[in-house]
T-cell receptor
Framework: GDSVTQMEGPVTLSEEAFLTINCTYTATGYPSLFWYVQYPGEGLQLLLK?????DKGSNKGFEATYRKETTSFHLEKGSVQVSDSAVYFC??????????FGQGTELSVKP | DTGVSQNPRHKITKRGQNVTFRCDPISEHNRLYWYRQTLGQGPEFLTY????????KSRLLSDRFSAERPKGSFSTLEIQRTEQGDSAMYLCASSLSFSTNEKLFFGSGTQLSVL
């Protein structure tokens, strides 16, 4: 079935370090891909998305490129801040719009 | 845009009792979704509505679970004869359309604890 696999956390980085969170997917069709973020005490919110192969989604300094050949959508940021500490979820949608999520990766950024 | 509202925020119940949660989506959104999230896991899809019609239910949704959206506005999720395994965060989300590109707006969830 359709699924999303993320690298396990928690990931602990120092401020201004480079971030990569790996995400791969399995899908029978041509999904749209998303990264959602959950800050402490808040609801899930969309961080970025990409709807077709080779698209790059970006927001708040985060980027992810839809790679059909490797079925991946890795999240990157060049310089993380303490305020980026959160849980990050990779997700896909096929027909119907329902999201299928990965298990989440907790990021902790230390000053 | 007041966001997606869920009530109650927390619910503690004894095994075997019935519980009901409410979700108020963003007013013009015609899609409404229910998800369940346990600690350390991503949200799992339960069911969704297009207006008042329930279009899909996950196999995770046993006969003890029922969801309604009677007038295409707010929705309720009822769990009958609760079990300890039902303890989880129940999330509601809404969206404007059924496009696969559409952004979902999530509520803060209802945390259920079954004792």
């Amino acid at each position: 079935g359709d699924s999303v696999t993320q690298m396990e956390g928690p990931v602990t980085l120092s401020e201004e370090a480079f971030l990569t969170i790996n995400c791969t997917y399995t899908a029978t069709g041509y999904p749209s891909l998303f990264w959602y973020v959950q800050y402490p005490g808040e609801g899930l919110q969309l961080l970025l998305k990409a709807t077709k192969a080779d698209d790059k989604g970006s927001n708040k300094g985060f980027e992810a490129t839809y790679r059909k050949e490797t079925t991946s959508f890795h999240l990157e940021k060049g310089s993380v801040q303490v305020s980026d500490s959160a849980v990050y979820f990779c997700a896909l949608t096929l027909l119907g719009g329902k999201l299928i999520f990965g298990q989440g990766t907790e990021l902790s950024v230390k000053p | 845009d007041t966001g997606v509202s869920q009530n109650p925020r927390h619910k503690i119940t004894k095994r075997g009792q019935n519980v009901t949660f409410r979700c108020d989506p963003i007013s013009e959104h015609n899609r409404l979704y229910w998800y369940r999230q346990t600690l350390g896991q991503g949200p799992e899809f339960l069911t969704y509505f297009q207006n008042e019609a329930q279009l899909e239910k996950s196999r995770l949704l046993s006969d003890r679970f029922s969801a309604e959206r009677p007038k295409g506005s707010f929705s309720t999720l009822e769990i009958q004869r609760t079990e300890q395994g039902d303890s989880a965060m129940y999330l509601c989300a809404s969206s404007l359309s059924f496009s696969t590109n559409e952004k979902l707006f999530f509520g803060s969830g209802t945390q259920l604890s079954v004792l």
